[in-house]
């Protein structure tokens, strides 16, 4: 399972491929808070420019993820539309693995704290209620105020 360009194909000029693989290619089973749903969908352009392999494209997933204000898992697509890589081909080689760049591609294109909805309340702090279904009767004014009396601090 994985993600290749043919040079025997793209010698005879510009070729366009596309197609999915299932998400295991993206090796992220083993990740807490995230899990691939379905396909890695992808689009390129792959030419040679001399010894070099140009691809562009498009690279897509859908992911179930956990919401890192209210815990609950939701469904999110992510994509890199913009995705360019450059790979020198040697001699005799016969395919080009883009397996490696495509996983980048789709990690970087994952937010770093996933959020279910912009507004998302998340959890109390104190009683661990999930205040986007209920509110909770805890206060909310903070503890002890050990920091409090930095406030009044004026820096020049």
């Known amino acids: 399972m994985a993600i290749t360009i043919d040079i025997a194909a793209v010698r005879g000029g510009r070729r366009e491929w596309e197609g999915h693989e299932d998400g295991a ?13 379905g396909a890695v ?3 390129f352009t792959a030419e040679l420019a001399g010894n070099d392999l ?8 859908e992911f179930v993820l956990q919401c890192s204000r209210c815990i609950a898992f939701f469904t ?4 890199d539309d913009d995705m360019l890589q450059c ?9 080009v693995d883009l397996t490696d760049d495509v996983r980048e591609a ?5 937010p770093s704290h996933p959020v ?13 209620q999930d205040l986007n279904k209920r509110s909770c009767g805890c ?3 903070p503890g002890n105020g050990r920091w409090n009396a930095l406030d009044g601090v004026e820096l020049s």
């Open 139 to 141: 206060s909310r004014t």
């Open 54 to 61: 140009i691809v562009r494209g498009r690279v897509s997933a």
């Open 25 to 37: 290619v993206l090796g992220l089973a083993e990740e807490k808070g995230l899990r691939v749903n």
């Open 76 to 79: 999110l697509g992510v994509e």
């Open 106 to 110: 789709i990690i970087l294109a994952l």
């Open 87 to 95: 790979y020198a081909v040697r001699a005799g080689e016969e395919f």
């Open 116 to 128: 279910c909805m912009p507004d998302c309340k998340g959890l109390c702090p104190r009683c661990g």
């Open 41 to 43: 969908m992808y689009r």
